[in-house]
Nanobody, 124 residues
Framework: QVTLKESGGGWMRPGGSLSLSCYAS????????MGWFRQTPGKEREWVAA????????YHSSSVRGRFTISKSNSENAAYLTMNNLKPEDTAIYYC?????????????????WGQGIQVTVSA
């Protein structure tokens, strides 16, 4: 049974930083592309960042590039999203996902496994 569990969300004021973690069980992140997505009520799930199975190729959406960084640790079997200079528009539920093709896609349909999501709220 595969489980992805996000942690590290919460509230932060604009300009602050938060780090999200996604711990996997039942799969090895060394073999999977990992992605982060976010969603707000009434909107489609938005791709945020992705990383290939090798960890050498990282991709970030234009809305977060330069502020967010995706990474992963094979030894911890986890993926991470470091979020700096947070803005109110970053408020959303954040989901991590695993892609068994290992490519790190921006398309949510390419991901087989999803976490339950974690709330991130950015406000003054």
């Amino acid at each position: 049974q595969v489980t992805l569990k996000e942690s590290g969300g919460g509230w932060m004021r604009p300009g602050g930083s938060l780090s999200l973690s996604c711990y996997a069980s039942g799969l090895s992140v060394a073999d999977y592309g990992m992605g982060w997505f976010r969603q707000t009520p009434g909107k489609e799930r938005e791709w945020v960042a992705a990383i290939r199975y090798s960890g050498r190729n990282k991709y970030h959406s234009s809305s977060v590039r330069g502020r967010f960084t995706i990474s992963k640790s094979n030894s911890e079997n986890a993926a991470y999203l470091t979020m700096n200079n947070l803005k109110p528009e970053d408020t959303a539920i954040y989901y991590c996902a695993a892609d068994d093709r290992g490519l790190g896609s921006s398309n949510p349909r390419d991901y087989e496994y999803w976490g339950q999501g974690i709330q991130v709220t950015v406000s003054a």
